[in-house]
């Protein structure tokens, strides 16, 4: 398995929690970065943080929807509209359920869609699947930094 970085897009604490215990569980050893809003993502993806000087381009973007500043579909939509990081996958793993926002996600090229269950259990095993298709089977696009 090679090593990426992850950068977890989550407004809500608990769920960055979750999915730092639940990636630890699972023994996925990358580095995971978080933001917490959609204008720090964008920065983030920019180089124009603290937390990325322009050094870290993800291999996985795992995005909550709904997010202060800037909403999860505006962020996908930068990150799809971008040469530089389109063939990043975006994971969109979100509470809503809404047919309007899967059908929106998967129209901006989300790679796929999971709604966050409440559960630690199954969030624990949603992890791990995300992490066991997008780390450990599929062929990620080269890094470029």
């Given at each position: ?9 989550e407004?809500?604490e608990a769920?960055?929690?979750l ?30 943080t603290d937390?990325n000087?322009?050094t ?13 500043k ?18 990043i996958?975006v ?13 929106r ?12 269950p ?16 997008w780390l450990?089977v ?8």
């Open positions: 398995m090679n090593q990426v970085d992850i950068l977890l897009v407004d809500n769920d960055v929690v999915v730092r215990e639940a990636l630890k569980d699972a023994k996925v050893y990358n580095t995971l970065h978080v933001t917490k809003d959609g204008d720090e993502a964008v920065a983030f993806l920019e180089g124009d937390q000087p322009g870290v381009r993800p291999g996985l973007i795992m995005l909550d929807l709904y997010l202060p800037r909403s999860g579909l505006d962020v996908l939509k930068f990150i799809k509209g971008h040469d530089d990081l389109k063939s996958p994971v969109v793993m979100t509470s809503s359920q809404e047919e309007t926002d899967i059908v996600a998967y129209e901006l090229q989300a790679n796929c869609y999971v709604t966050k409440v559960d630690f259990d199954q969030l624990i095993n949603v992890v791990k699947t995300i992490e066991g298709f450990s599929v062929q990620l696009p080269p890094v470029q930094k």
